[in-house]
């Protein structure tokens, strides 16, 4: 597995959960890392995405309460998810994304939010 993702579960509207992933240091040195993620019945849509230099790039609708972040020791990207509403309610997937290849994706991890 070249991305290993992590964190989901199940929370409480209002609360918050992280999530990780995991990717080896030749993909992750390399890689601008991102999440998407995709709701039961709709289409698989852009959560997060951090350069290698840490630029980030948001979904409008999650500016605020989504915060990306990499370790670039850990090779390992993270998304804080706070305020938590069940329209999150998702798989969320891990990406790497670089020049001149496919896109690799994590396995997903779901999160479910209650209310």
């Known amino acids: 597995v070249q991305l290993q993702a992590s964190g989901g579960g199940l929370v409480q509207a209002g609360g918050s959960l992280r999530l990780s992933c995991a990717a080896s240091r030749s993909i992750f040195s390399t890689s601008a890392m991102g999440w998407f993620r995709q709701a039961p019945g709709k289409q698989r849509e852009l959560v997060a995405m951090i350069t290698i230099n840490n630029n980030t790039n948001y979904a409008d609708s999650l500016k605020g309460r989504f915060t990306i972040s990499r370790d670039n020791a850990k090779n390992t990207v993270y998304l804080q998810m706070n305020s938590l509403k069940p329209e999150d309610t998702a798989v969320y997937y891990c990406?790497?994304?670089?020049?001149?290849?496919?896109?690799?994706w994590g396995q997903g991890t779901l999160v479910t939010v209650f209310s």
């Open positions: 990406n790497a994304r670089r020049m001149f290849s496919n896109d690799l």
